[in-house]
Each structure stands twice: as structure tokens, then as C-alpha cells.
């Protein structure tokens, strides 16, 4: 394990965007989630968090966007301490933070283009600029030709791609991604994959939470492995195979 | 400004899209509210026109001092100056035993010869005095009339104290039963719109989770709800101003009897503008309360 890690590769310039200090989780008295965790992502780095179910993935995914709070140590993401933020500054960070869902999290009664334009709504962008970003955005999913119609009228790798399109619509620093790829076929898996770690190079910091080692194989970047919610190994990114 | 236009649509957007989503407990919520400010706005209604005819009443009150017979010229136009130096008196105006005489004559009609055969004019002479705007009540009439027979020279003071007493304690009756009424049937009708609220709030979790994932805030998240709350209780209050009208409208020929016993011949008057604009915004204030308590205790961090 490298506590205090900076930037491992080429992007990460400047103060990490996620950090933690000695973090544990626990639900119950002597139950721990995760234990002792310390670590550092940097600025455009797109790193893989894996290990077995209850490895402490979700629980790690969901300290950093605020749904729980750290029962010891300290998590600063993008600078603020998660751990002590108020409700309104909590909505300010998720503004900034941008999840993917296995399940994708989608409103089935809500258009397609309505569902990525909910990250724009609820910050008051204008619904003008907010429609031509949602269009933009599902331009680059691909998806722009199904923007008036339901989630459940899409596959489900064109759900996750709505889903990642809501994730990236308001530019956020950071991506999270909890088994991105969890329902989908192989083919769907590489595509999915392919638009999440493309956040990544446009300088968005990416934590992908996966147990699906080909993933891993294929990307070759950092990363960080839980086991009974003990950080256990921090492999570095490495070329990727020829 | 522009990010301001956003939002406010956004909310609008959002509300309109929740009572569509949930309409049999939204119009449950709305008949509720319609049912209570159609009772109070009835109460209300019989409450203005009671109040109304008193004031009505009020502008033609008197006090009558009959004055003792014999009483001397000087005497008389002593009293006189003492009367008009009363507090409350407005105006004072003696009635002769003559004028008496003819007001009896032209008020009785076919009944003028039941003084024929006197030998003199039984009817005392007397003093009417009007009452300056402050002092038409019961308690102007009572204070007035006190002072009136303390003076030498009047022989019986009349007023319709009584009448008014008695009208007066009705309405205040009426009032207390309409703020009884109105407090129980308003706090049911709050209960209930705080609890469709919550449904909704309880159908709509996911949503909400959703919401609060992409960073709405807690004023965006609730907003919509507040806003629903109150458009339930505007379309509540409109409605139960749309039935009050159309049953004041309608039961007036079939009341009209009754309604004269306790108006007086005055005709009956439907709320005035502020007392629309009142019932309605009762209902806009009930759903806004309403949602507002549905909403105490949060949502999911």
C-alpha cells in the first residue's frame, strides 16, 4: 500500500482530488466495511478499485460522494472534507462528482434526454443550454436519435450509456463508477468502458469499482485491491499490451 | 436572472409532473381542503351578512328621551343642551307632542282613529339623538341611554339595545363556532395534505435518491413539494369558492324566508373581493403547511 501517494502517472498535476487518511467504515460496533484505508487519486487518472463482493468497494465509492460518512479518518474530495459537510454543501459537491451505477439509476418516466438533463436542471441551468448539452452529450454516447424515448425502451448497454451521459453532462472532476459494466455482455462491457475511461483523458479523475479481471487486463491502469476492507495492493498502471 | 427563470420553471415543470403522477390522493387532498373552506366560507358568509346588517343597522341608531309632561320651555331647551353635551351624541332633535301626534297619524294608517275622541293628545313629547359614528354599538346605546335617564326632565328612555344585544351575541357565537369549526376542520384538512405529501414522497424515493446523486439540493428536492402542496390547496380553496357561490346562488329563492329572519329585510351578499381572495388563499396557505410538515424530518443524505 502507498499511503500518501501522489499522482501516479502523466495527468495528475497539482493537489490529488481524492484523498484518504486512515478511513474506516463501520455499520456496526467491531464490523468494519473498510479499515485503515489511505490513498490518493490524482487529477486524470482513471483507476480501477476490484477485490471479492464485501471487499468494501461500494462503501469506499459511496464515502466519496457523500452518502456516508467516515466513522474514522478523514476524506477530502476535491478539497473538502466529506466527512464534515452540510447538507448544501454536499448538493455543491455532487455537482462535481459525477456516479455511474451498476443498476443505472435511471427515471423510466423521464425521457432520455430528460435524465441527462437532470444534473443541468437541478444546478438552474437554462433549459436551452441545458437541452443543447444534453444533445451534445448523447452525441457523443450515441444515443442522440433516441433522446425522446423512455429508459425502458433501451438496451441495457444503451441505459448505462444514458446513465454515463448524465454522469459527464455538467463537466465533473470526478467520475465514480460502482460495476459500470455489471450488466452487460462482453462486447457491451469494452464499449461502456471505453466512454467511462475516455472521461479520463479530458482530465476528469475516474474510480471505477469492478471485480471483472478482463477489464483490468485490458486497461492495465492503476490499481487498488480491497480484501475484507483492508487496501491490500496499489498495483501502478502499466503499458498497455501491444 | 436567467439561471432564476430556470429554476422557477424547473419547479413548476417538476410539480405539475408530481400531481399528474399521483392524482386520486391529489384530488383526495383537494376535495379535503375544498370540503373545510366550503364550511368556514359558509359560516363566513352568514357571519358578513349578520355583521353587515348590523352596521347597517347601526348607521339609523337612536335614542329616544321621552320628556315628562309640563316640562317648561326653559327646561326643555336646558335639556337639550345638556343632551347634545353628551359624549356620543351626535345630532338631537326634539319631537313635539304635536309632531308625535302626526308621525302616529301617518304611521298607523287605517288605525289613526284610536285617538279620535281624546280630549287632549296623550303622546309625550320627546328627544332623538343620533349617535356620532363611534358610539354605534350596544355599548354606545347602553352608555347613552344610562346618562339619558339621569337627567331631570326625561321621563323613559327607549333604545333597541336589547335587539341589538341580542344580535350582536349571535354573530359573536357564530364567530366562535366558525374559528372552532374552521380550527378543527383546517387542521384535518392539514393532516391529510401532509399525508399525500409524504406518499408522494414515499412513491417518489427513487427519484429523490436520484435527485440528491446528481446534487439537487434540499431546496430544489422540496420546492416541487411545496409547490404541489399549494397548488392543491389554491384548486381546493377555488373549488370550495366555485360551490359556495353556486349554492349561495341557488338556495336564495328556496332560503329567502328564513334568510330575512335573521338578516332583517337587508338582502343577503355574497363575500366581498377580499373575502374571495381570503378563501382561497386559506387553501393555498393549508397545502403550503401541509407539504411543509411532510417535509420536516428530511430526505436521505
Known amino acids: 500500500m502507498r499511503?500518501?501517494?501522489?499522482?501516479?502517472?502523466?495527468?495528475?498535476?497539482?493537489?490529488?482530488?481524492?484523498?484518504?487518511?486512515?478511513?474506516?467504515?463501520?455499520?456496526?460496533?467491531?464490523?468494519?466495511a473498510l479499515r485503515d484505508v489511505t490513498l490518493e487519486v490524482g487529477k486524470g487518472e482513471l483507476v480501477f478499485l476490484t477485490g471479492p463482493s464485501g471487499a468494501g468497494k461500494t462503501s469506499l465509492l459511496r464515502l466519496l460522494f457523500a452518502a456516508e460518512r467516515p466513522s474514522e479518518g478523514q476524506i477530502l474530495v476535491l478539497g473538502r472534507h466529506v466527512g464534515e459537510l452540510r447538507a448544501a454543501a454536499v448538493a455543491a459537491l455532487r455537482r462535481r462528482v459525477g456516479v455511474v451505477f451498476q443498476d443505472f439509476k435511471l427515471l423510466p418516466r423521464r425521457t432520455v434526454e430528460e435524465n441527462v438533463r437532470l444534473a443541468l436542471d437541478v444546478a438552474g441551468t437554462p433549459p436551452r443550454e441545458a437541452r443543447a448539452r444534453a444533445f451534445e452529450m448523447l452525441k457523443q454516447v450515441g444515443l442522440?436519435?433516441?433522446?425522446?424515448?423512455?429508459?425502458?425502451?433501451?438496451?441495457?448497454?444503451?441505459q448505462q450509456r444514458v446513465a454515463i451521459a448524465r454522469a459527464l453532462v455538467n463537466e465533473p472532476e470526478i467520475l465514480l463508477a460502482d460495476e459500470p459494466t455489471g450488466n452487460l455482455d462482453r462486447d457491451l462491457t469494452f464499449e461502456i468502458m471505453d466512454l467511462v475511461a475516455s472521461a479520463a483523458t479530458r482530465g476528469t479523475t475516474v474510480l471505477v469499482a469492478t471485480h471483472d479481471r478482463s477489464l483490468l487486463e485490458r486497461y492495465r491502469r492503476r490499481t487498488l485491491r480491497l480484501e475484507g476492507g483492508h487496501l491490500v495492493q496499489d498495483l501502478p498502471a502499466a503499458r498497455p499490451r501491444a | 436572472m436567467t439561471r432564476l427563470v430556470a429554476r422557477l420553471g424547473y419547479f413548476a415543470r417538476t410539480a405539475l409532473r408530481g400531481l399528474a403522477a399521483s392524482p386520486i390522493p391529489s384530488g383526495v387532498a383537494v376535495a379535503t381542503i375544498a370540503t373545510t373552506l366550503l364550511l368556514v366560507g359558509a359560516l363566513a358568509l352568514l357571519i358578513g351578512n349578520m355583521q353587515g346588517l348590523l352596521d347597517r343597522v347601526a348607521d339609523d341608531l337612536r335614542v329616544t328621551a321621552y320628556l315628562a309632561d309640563g316640562l317648561s320651555d326653559a327646561a326643555r331647551a336646558t335639556l337639550i343642551d345638556r343632551a347634545r353635551e353628551l359624549p356620543g351624541v351626535e345630532s338631537v332633535t326634539l319631537v313635539t307632542k304635536e309632531e308625535a301626534l302626526r308621525r302616529f297619524r301617518a304611521g298607523a294608517g287605517g288605525r289613526s282613529g284610536l285617538l279620535e275622541g281624546l280630549e287632549e293628545n296623550p303622546l309625550p313629547a320627546s328627544l332623538e339623538l343620533g349617535l356620532a359614528a363611534p358610539a354605534r354599538s350596544a355599548e354606545g346605546l347602553r352608555r347613552t341611554s344610562a346618562a339619558l335617564a339621569?337627567?331631570?326632565?326625561?321621563?323613559?328612555?327607549?333604545?333597541?339595545?336589547?335587539?341589538?344585544?341580542?344580535?350582536?351575541?349571535?354573530?359573536?357565537?357564530?364567530?366562535?363556532?366558525?374559528?372552532?369549526?374552521?380550527?378543527?376542520?383546517?387542521?384535518?384538512?392539514?393532516?391529510?395534505?401532509?399525508?399525500?405529501?409524504?406518499l408522494a414522497v414515499y412513491a417518489r424515493r427513487?427519484?429523490?435518491?436520484?435527485?440528491?446523486?446528481?446534487?439537487?439540493?434540499r431546496a430544489v428536492v422540496g420546492i416541487p413539494f411545496l409547490l404541489e402542496g399549494a397548488l392543491q390547496g389554491t384548486a381546493g380553496g377555488a373549488l370550495a369558492l366555485g360551490l359556495l357561490y353556486g349554492l349561495f346562488r341557488l338556495s336564495l329563492p328556496a332560503l329567502g324566508h328564513e334568510l330575512e329572519l335573521v338578516l332583517g329585510f337587508a338582502a343577503p351578499r355574497f363575500l366581498p373581493p377580499l373575502g374571495m381572495l381570503a378563501l382561497v388563499g386559506a387553501g393555498t396557505a393549508l397545502g403550503l403547511l401541509g407539504s411543509l410538515l411532510s417535509l420536516v424530518g428530511g430526505r436521505p443524505r
Not at chain 1, 10 to 25: C, D, F, M, Q
Not at chain 1, 144 to 158: I, K, W
Not at chain 2, 155 to 164: F, K, T
Open chain 1, 3 to 32: 499511503a500518501g501517494r501522489r499522482t501516479a502517472e502523466g495527468p495528475g498535476t497539482g493537489e490529488a482530488p481524492i484523498r484518504l487518511y486512515h478511513v474506516s467504515k463501520s455499520y456496526q460496533a467491531g464490523a468494519y
Open chain 1, 144 to 158: 442522440q436519435h433516441r433522446r425522446h424515448q423512455h429508459p425502458l425502451a433501451l438496451s441495457g448497454g444503451e
Open chain 2, 150 to 198: 339621569a337627567l331631570p326632565g326625561v321621563s323613559q328612555v327607549a333604545s333597541s339595545q336589547d335587539w341589538v344585544d341580542g344580535y350582536v351575541r349571535a354573530v359573536d357565537l357564530l364567530r366562535a363556532v366558525g374559528a372552532v369549526l374552521g380550527g378543527v376542520l383546517g387542521l384535518a384538512a392539514l393532516l391529510i395534505v401532509a399525508n399525500t405529501i409524504r
Open chain 2, 206 to 217: 427513487d427519484e429523490l435518491e436520484i435527485l440528491a446523486l446528481v446534487g439537487a439540493s
